[in-house]
Each structure stands twice: as structure tokens, then as C-alpha cells.
């Protein structure tokens, strides 16, 4: 077998051919709460600013500092964002996780490490390039203590130089990272510069990757799903936020206390809003519907263990018809599960949560474009319907950031929904709060402070008639819940529909939503380049479902549901809606493991179930 | 005789016109004799007196006897009976978006002592704007009489089991915990507990009254502390409690040595006519000392306890504008084009 040396010799000689350009995957290795978050994201953004289509993915631990963390970048030329399986350039800083990262990499792939790891000593089919870092780090930080934070940005010189991404960038991204810290700035530029220099001097490239400008990000921003939902939140005018943290959602209550203290406050200096930090989640719903049934827009940020507190308020909010918006940056669980960890697990819960017959609507965003506008979309359903809406994000999608195109202004008015005021009800004479009036199941409600004498109404969570006085009769009770049910009905016509790609010619079908749709996207390339086969594609954006969903099923054989769970959560939403002849159709591709899905399991597990 | 005038007399109406039945509510369901609808009738009389409009104000409650008690007063006020011990979040939601609704809360000993501590807890820390009453009876009626947590030591049930853990003082704990009007009274002293609410309503901040209303059905024999017979013998009232509301004339005697006298955010005066000397109810410290003694002597210690009338409100905290938020415009909840443009130019 050839020494590593021998080998990568050869490589070198054939480098013209075997040259990769803008597609990569980039992973480093750290440890937790040593500054490598500030790193990584220079690192991304500098491939950006080079028109390269890029993600970033960061897989941290539950803890603030001294736990193993790892942040994967992926730059790819044609678009693809999904999570790459494969680990192409390691960047090893952490010792507790050095050889076991470097043990899981594929033939072939690129090691850069810190010297005293010694870690090419392991295996002889990688490239390696070593790294001092403590010599580097001390003569360009002279204060000891921030050693630690400053040895991360010398990685991103040696990166820079190795994959050819433009010092000047570099330093663009930097000095903007570093914004209102000029000494900082400097300090963390001093470091790439040494990484840089140290690379250019010893580390002759060996391995096939580059970066090369390109013109795909032209315009584009970069932001988390967490601070797009803020921003849509804010332009939907939301009036009352209250909020318990929890990881992954609490970045999305604080992103919009930053919004709204510099966008929303008049020039009076009065608040526009109320944010709240409460003393739990039972607290934080509570304080939802209160101000949904006194009329404000109002908003909370949870993830699943908060969810399921929320269970018996949810109830009451859909028996009493109290608008509000949920939004849930799901996590994996049961319990307290990988709280620092994607998933799609808590669809079925949320979309029956609570006891009794309950059922909500659920908004499903996949981009970050999508919380944006979706926050808009949320309320309004919630207060056209007087129902609560949640909308299911995830921690991918959430904390992580992504590239996109700048959000555009609402241009719709808000829909405030079916509401009587004084002058309404001086004409009707009265009215009656749960009544059916227009057929759509939509009864007519008012808001306490409302000032006429025939206004107010005694909202219970008690069986109750129209006129929402108490009442324990059978018929009273049934005619409600159907009514109810109405409603929700009518909501399959104005949710946001799926989006759609029918090829025309084939037979088999997927269905996903969420953050899956990144792998999907792939996944079905793969499937038609290697395999030629070719799949239709439906992306679910909201339940209830709406009749493209059954229209699409009907149209294919098979249909792959793809989902980040474990028991096929969606695919049993779709088995309650879909006809019974064609819920044998519906074949389930799941995974639940913490990670991003991404496009080769997908693809492989759909050409196993295809027999090939 | 012909000479009689024969026309009706003009019905007597409040300040702002209203009579006194258009306060009133659907007829009770409690039980005949429960505490609770004495309590009821207090703040019908309270709130007519003072001349608040039905419309403005919020009836919130949680579950149980209590609980359900907001529909026997005010039907022309809107209410929202929710879940169990969480009317406090409600409330807290309701207020933030209108600020200007007076807030109603009736709860239960079981409803705030047990399941809604949590809630009860943050809700004193806040100081918001809301007169949180609880109906004190010791049990929980709509379950049929188990013990709660403000059941005293050694009460015992008609069962026979004694209570053996001790009581939690929702007052001594308000008052701790930053309420900034606490007091605590009895359904069957009418005078006392009118004037008390009237106080109420005047007072800008979180008011917690615990007023013993003893349940006819469940506790009210001998061996319970939460009894009519009970209260009539252990009630130390700390004062005389006149309150002045800021449309009348003051013209009562005033002797500084007996009387202490605290004048609310609205400008109305709340007179207390000393028959404990040396209380001082802005004294926290004072009060909680006062409550742990009473215990101590098996005394149920009734008046107002403490009152801060200018601590800052929830509402003054959070710089809400004074419009109520509920009902802003969209040219003020949804910032304009440029905003947009310059967020999406700081993500580039």
C-alpha cells in the first residue's frame, strides 16, 4: 500500500483533471463556547460574498461550554443546500473528537489539523495538513486569555488559503462579524492573516478543492428561520408576545424584542406592543388567548416539551374560538430527547392537541423566505378563523442560517376578521357569539371594552349554546362541535396551498414538508441522474390538507412520504384524510437521528423501496 | 285621597345613569347561603356605586364554585371562565391588549392555592392593573369537599379527617411578593367588604383581596375554621374602613391619632379608622409580622392589610401607548416599506 505521501504525489500530478470547484462540504470540528460560531460564520459569509450558493449547519451540544460541536458548511454551484452526507474537508480542532472525525471520513477526503493531534498517523487514504496552532496564536494575541477564541480564526486563514476564498472577503466578513469592535476586528484579522501565511509558507496544496467566484448570491441576504419569523411577525402586526425560553424557539421572541424596540416604538416613545417573558409555558398561552380574546395579534415561541404544556389551553382556545399564533421550532423528543436537535416530530401532537375532539391548523414553513411570510399568513387565519394556528418550524431551519432572496412587503391588509363593533351591533340589535350566520362555520364575536350594551358575551370552556350562555343539552353540544368542524372545513380553502411539481410522466410520487424539502430537492436530481427514474413532487405547506393533496395521490402508484420522524407522522394525517383505496399508496421514508436529512439516504431508501 | 300624586317614582340611578339591575347577572347556581353570592352582591353594590361602566370592565375566572360565580353579576360585562388556576395568564393577556378594561378576577382557594400558585405567584410579582379576589371556603365544593391548601391546621372535614399540613396565607404571600393592595375580609361583613372593593376600584395595580366565604354544604360545621360560626368569633378586624371616592365631598372628622388615611392614584381617600393601634398598612414589613402573630393566636385577621397607592403598574413598566393595542391601526402595528428595505440591507 502506498505511503500517504506517495499517494497524494500522485494526486497532485493529476490535479488539472480532477479539480472540484464549488461544491464541497466543510466541516469543523470544535469544542463548545470557544468562538468558533464567529469563525464558522466568516467563513460562510465570505464564501458567499463570492456568489457561491452556500449552508451552513451547526450540530452543537446541550451545554455552554466544553462540550464536542461541529459546523458544516456546504458550498455547491447548483444550488444544493440540504446537508452533504459526506464530510469532503475536515478542519479538527477538538481533541475528544479528533480521531473518531477522522476515522468517519470517506476516502479521499481533506484533514486539517492541529499538530499535537497527530492524526495522520491514523489512516494513509486521506490528505493531511497540520497545523501549529498554539505557536501561531501566541505571537498575534499577546493577552492570554483570549488564546482560546483567537486559535479559531487562524483555521479560517488556513482554510482560506487552501480553497482559494479571496482574503478580501475574508476580511469584508470579518469586519462586518465584528461590526461595532474595531479592536476585535483587527485582533481576529491579525489571526487569519497568520493562518494564511503559515499555509502559503508550508502547506503546498494537495487536495482537489477550490472555490472560484461565481454569481449566484447577487442580492441575496442571510438569515436564520428564527429571525425571519420575527420580521414577519413584526410587519403582521403582532401586538403581544409572551414567550418561555426554550431551545430551539427562544432566538425568534428575542430577535423580535430587538425589531420591535427599533422599529415599533412611536415617536412618543410608547410601545406599539407588549412582550412578555412569563413564568412557564402554561403562563405563556394563557397570555395568547387572553389577548386574542380582548383582540390583539398575539404570538408565542415554543418547542415540544412547551407544546405539550400548552395541551389544555389549546383546548379551551379552540372551544372558545380565541385567536393566536403558535410557532413550534421543533426538536427531537420524546421527553427532554436532543433538545439541541432537528426534527418533524411533533406534528400529530400539535395538530390534535388537546382533549376532546380538537384539531389545528398547522403552517409549515421550509425557508426562511417562509417564516417570513407565513408569520403574515398565520394571523390572519387565526383571527379569520378564531382558531389557534401554529406554525411548525424546526431547529434547522430555525437557528441555522440560509441564503435567500430579500423579503418582500406585505402588500395585503391585515385580516382582522369577523368582528362587531358598536355601530354593527346598534344595526343588528344584538347578536349571538357562536351562530353559523354566513354558512362557513365563521361565528361573528366582539371585544370586551366594546361599548353598547348588547356586546358582551360569557365565553366558557363549558358545553354552551349560540348564544354562549351554558348549557348541557345533546343538541347544543353536537350542532357547536359540527359547526366547529365547519370551520375548519372552510380553512382548506385558505391555507397556503402546496407547491407542486408534476413532471407529467411519472408514476411515482413524493410528498414531504419542512426542511426535508432541501434534501427532496436532490434527492430527486440524484434519482433521475443515476438511476433515471423520475418523481413528481408534492411540498406540504399547511393542514388541513387541501384538494391538490388528494388530487396528488390519486395521480401516482406510489407516494413517498418523507418526513424527520419516527412513526410516519404525516403519513398517518394523510391516512385519516385520503380515501380508504388509496391509503395502501402511501409508503413511508422516515428518519429520526438529530441530523439534517439529507439527499443519499432519501434517494437510496426510495430505490430500495423500488426494488432497484 | 286625590290630592296623592299617583306618578311612579324616577328609579334611582348612579353617577353615570345606571341602575343598579344593570349590574346584575344571571341568576345563581350556587348553592342557597353560599358565601360566594354574598360576594356577588358586594360587587354589584361596588361597582354601581362607583359609577363603573359595565362594558368596560372584564370578569376573569378559573374552575370551580367560585369560578363559575361571574356569571351571577355584571351580565353586561364580557367574561372568559377558563381552565383551572390559570385565570391569571388570561388576565395578564387581557389587560395587555386593552389596557383600558378594569379586570375582574374571582378564583378559589383550590384555583389560586393549589393547581394556579404558579400563575397567582407571577401575577403578584407584576403589579398588573387587576382586583383578584378569592372566595375562600377552605374545600373544594364543585368536587365535594376535599381539603385545599388554605385549610388551617387541625380544621376538620365533616368526614372527620383533620387537616394536618398547614395553610398557605395568600395574603401574607402577595404582599411578599410585590401585590400593592392586599387585604383580606368576609363575605358576611357587608360593610367592610364593600368598602374594601370600592378601594379597589379605585386603586391602579394589582389589588388581592381574600375574603372567607364559608361553603354551606362542605365546611361549615363545627371543627371547620372556614365557618360562619367560626368567623363571627375569630374575625380582628384591624379598622373601620371608610373610603372616599374622588367625586364626593370629604366631610368626616378626621383625628390624626385614630385614623390613617391614604389617598389613592385617582385622588379618592381610603380612611382607615384605627381599632388596632400602631398598624400601619404601607408597612410590609408591619403587615407580614401582624399575619404570622394572628395565625399564632388563632385570630382571622380582616381589613387592609397593605397598600402601596403609587408603586409603578405592569402597564407603566412596559411603556405600552395608551391607545389599547387590541385596536391600533395598521399604519401603527405594521412599520413602512423603508423599514423592510433597511433590515433586508443589514442581512446582505
Known amino acids: 500500500m ?4 506517495v499517494s497524494l504525489h500522485e494526486a497532485s500530478g493529476h490535479q488539472e483533471q480532477q479539480r472540484v470547484t464549488n461544491d464541497m462540504s466543510i466541516q469543523v470540528a470544535t469544542v463548545n463556547g470557544s468562538g468558533s460560531q464567529s469563525s464558522n460564520t466568516v467563513l460562510l459569509r465570505s464564501i458567499f460574498q463570492m456568489g457561491v450558493p452556500v449552508s451552513g449547519k451547526n450540530l452543537f451540544p446541550s451545554n455552554i461550554a466544553g462540550l464536542p460541536t461541529w459546523y458544516t458548511i456546504r458550498a455547491n454551484k447548483d444550488g444544493y443546500i440540504a446537508r452533504k452526507k459526506e464530510i469532503d474537508f475536515l478542519v479538527a480542532m477538538n481533541p475528544e473528537t479528533a480521531q473518531e472525525d477522522v476515522k468517519s471520513l470517506a476516502s479521499g477526503a481533506v484533514v486539517v489539523y492541529d499538530e499535537p493531534l497527530n492524526l495522520s498517523a491514523i489512516r494513509n487514504d486521506l490528505i493531511f495538513y497540520s497545523v501549529p496552532y498554539d505557536k501561531l496564536v501566541a505571537p498575534v494575541c499577546p493577552e492570554a486569555k483570549l488564546r482560546k477564541l483567537v486559535r479559531n480564526m487562524i483555521y479560517v486563514g488556513v482554510v482560506a488559503k487552501l480553497l482559494n476564498i479571496e482574503t478580501a472577503e475574508v476580511e469584508k466578513a470579518i469586519r462586518k462579524q465584528f461590526a461595532s469592535k474595531a479592536k476585535a476586528a483587527n485582533l481576529n484579522l491579525a489571526a487569519v492573516q497568520a ?40 410587519f403582521a402586526g403582532v401586538t403581544v408576545v409572551s414567550w418561555y425560553p426554550i431551545t430551539p424557539s427562544s432566538s425568534l421572541p428575542e430577535t423580535l424584542i430587538e425589531y420591535m424596540k427599533e422599529y415599533r416604538i412611536q415617536p412618543d416613545g410608547k410601545a406599539t406592543f407588549a412582550i412578555v417573558q412569563a413564568e412557564d409555558e402554561l403562563a405563556a398561552i394563557g397570555m395568547v388567548i387572553g389577548a386574542g380574546w380582548a383582540g390583539a395579534r398575539a404570538m408565542t415561541a415554543t418547542a415540544g416539551p412547551g407544546i405539550s404544556l400548552m395541551a389544555e389551553y389549546a383546548g379551551l382556545a379552540y372551544y372558545t374560538e380565541v385567536p393566536g399564533v403558535i410557532w413550534d421550532i421543533q426538536r427531537v423528543g420524546p421527553s427532554t430527547g436532543l433538545p439541541t436537535r432537528t426534527s418533524q416530530g411533533d406534528i400529530l401532537s400539535t395538530a390534535f392537541l388537546s382533549h376532546g375532539d380538537t384539531k389545528h391548523i398547522l403552517l409549515i414553513p421550509s425557508s426562511v423566505e417562509e417564516c417570513y411570510t407565513m408569520a403574515g399568513e398565520a394571523f390572519d387565519l387565526a383571527e379569520q378563523f378564531q382558531t389557534l394556528v401554529f406554525v411548525m418550524s424546526d431547529l434547522d431551519l430555525g437557528m441555522n442560517n440560509w441564503m435567500s432572496d430579500p423579503f418582500k412587503y406585505p402588500e395585503k391588509p391585515l385580516n382582522r376578521g369577523k368582528v362587531l363593533g358598536r355601530e354593527e351591533l346598534d344595526k343588528l340589535g344584538g347578536f349571538s357569539r357562536y351562530k353559523d350566520v354566513d354558512g362557513d362555520g365563521i361565528p361573528y364575536r366582539t371585544l370586551p371594552g366594546t361599548d353598547h350594551p348588547a356586546a358582551a358575551y360569557f365565553a366558557r370552556g363549558s358545553g354552551h349554546n349560540e348564544k354562549s350562555q351554558y348549557s348541557e343539552r345533546p343538541d347544543d353540544f353536537e350542532r357547536n362541535m359540527e359547526r366547529i368542524n365547519r370551520k375548519f372545513e372552510t380553512a382548506r380553502s385558505f391555507v397556503p396551498r402546496p407547491e407542486i411539481v408534476q413532471t407529467g410522466k411519472s408514476k411515482i410520487g413524493i410528498i414531504a414538508y419542512g426542511t426535508s424539502h432541501w434534501a427532496i430537492t436532490e434527492a430527486r436530481d440524484q434519482l433521475r441522474k443515476e438511476y433515471q427514474v423520475e418523481t413528481d413532487y408534492l411540498r406540504l405547506r399547511a393542514y388541513p390538507f387541501t384538494r391538490e393533496v388528494h388530487n396528488f395521490i390519486e395521480q401516482h402508484d406510489r407516494v413517498y412520504v418523507v418526513e424527520q420522524n419516527r412513526d410516519a407522522q ?22 429520526i437521528h438529530g441530523l439534517p436529512l439529507d439527499a443519499r439516504s432519501v434517494t437510496d431508501e426510495i430505490m430500495t423501496m423500488e426494488g432497484k | 285621597m286625590a290630592s296623592t300624586p299617583t306618578s311612579t317614582p324616577t328609579p334611582k340611578t348612579n353617577r353615570i345613569g345606571l341602575q343598579v339591575i344593570e349590574y346584575r347577572g344571571g341568576k345563581t347556581t350556587l348553592c342557597a347561603g353560599c358565601g360566594h353570592n354574598a360576594i356577588s352582591e358586594r360587587i354589584i353594590d361596588a361597582m354601581y356605586e362607583m359609577g363603573v361602566k359595565p362594558e368596560r370592565v372584564a370578569k376573569l375566572s378559573g374552575i370551580g364554585c367560585s369560578s363559575k360565580s361571574p356569571a351571577y353579576f355584571m351580565s353586561r360585562s364580557h367574561s372568559f371562565n377558563s381552565v383551572h388556576g390559570r385565570m391569571p395568564s388570561l388576565a395578564t393577556g387581557a389587560i395587555l391588549a386593552n389596557r383600558d378594561l378594569m379586570a375582574l378576577g374571582v378564583s378559589g382557594d383550590g384555583d389560586t392555592a393549589s393547581i394556579g400558585i404558579g400563575q397567582f405567584v407571577h401575577l403578584m410579582r407584576r403589579n398588573l392593573p387587576i382586583i383578584y379576589i378569592i372566595e375562600d371556603n377552605g374545600v373544594y365544593g364543585l368536587t365535594k369537599g376535599q381539603f385545599s391548601a388554605t385549610a388551617d391546621l387541625g380544621s376538620k372535614l365533616k368526614s372527620g379527617v383533620i387537616n394536618d399540613l ?40 394589582t389589588v388581592m383581596l381574600d375574603v372567607v366565604s364559608p361553603c354551606v354544604t362542605f365546611n361549615d360545621h363545627e371543627g371547620s375554621t372556614k365557618s360562619y360560626k367560626y368567623m363571627k368569633d375569630h374575625e380582628e378586624p384591624l379598622h373601620d374602613i371608610n373610603f372616599v371616592p374622588s367625586f364626593e365631598e370629604i366631610n368626616i372628622e378626621y383625628d390624626p391619632g385614630t385614623t390613617f388615611d391614604v389617598t389613592m392614584h385617582d385622588g379618592s381617600r381610603l380612611r382607615l379608622h384605627k381599632l388596632e393601634e400602631d398598624y400601619d398598612p404601607t408597612n410590609r414589613i408591619h403587615a407580614v409580622k401582624r399575619l404570622m402573630e394572628a395565625h399564632e393566636k388563632n385570630e382571622v385577621l380582616t381589613g387592609i392589610l397593605y397598600v402601596n397607592a403609587q408603586a409603578p403598574s405592569f402597564i407603566d413598566m412596559l411603556n405600552i401607548t395608551e391607545e389599547p393595542l387590541a385596536t391600533l391601526p395598521e399604519s401603527k402595528v405594521r412599520p413602512g416599506r423603508e423599514v423592510l428595505e433597511q433590515a433586508m440591507e443589514e442581512l446582505r
Open chain 1, 2 to 5: 502506498a505511503t500517504t505521501d
Open chain 1, 570 to 591: 404525516m403519513l398517518s394525517l394523510l391516512k385519516l384524510d385520503a380515501r380508504p383505496e388509496l391509503v395502501t399508496r402511501l409508503l413511508s421514508v422516515a428518519h
Open chain 2, 166 to 205: 398547614p395553610p398557605i396565607d395568600t395574603c401574607a404571600m402577595a404582599i411578599e411578593l410585590g401585590a400593592t393592595f392586599v387585604g383580606r375580609s368576609f363575605s358576611g361583613d357587608k360593610k367592610q367588604l364593600l368598602s374594601m372593593l370600592k378601594a379597589a376600584i379605585a386603586h391602579k395595580g
Open chain 1, 195 to 234: 493562518g494564511f501565511d503559515y499555509a502559503s509558507a508550508n502547506l503546498p496544496k494537495r487536495d482537489p478543492y477550490f472555490v472560484k467566484r461565481m454569481d449566484k448570491t447577487a442580492g441575496k441576504i442571510i438569515i436564520d428561520g428564527n429571525s425571519a419569523a420575527a420580521l414577519g411577525c413584526m
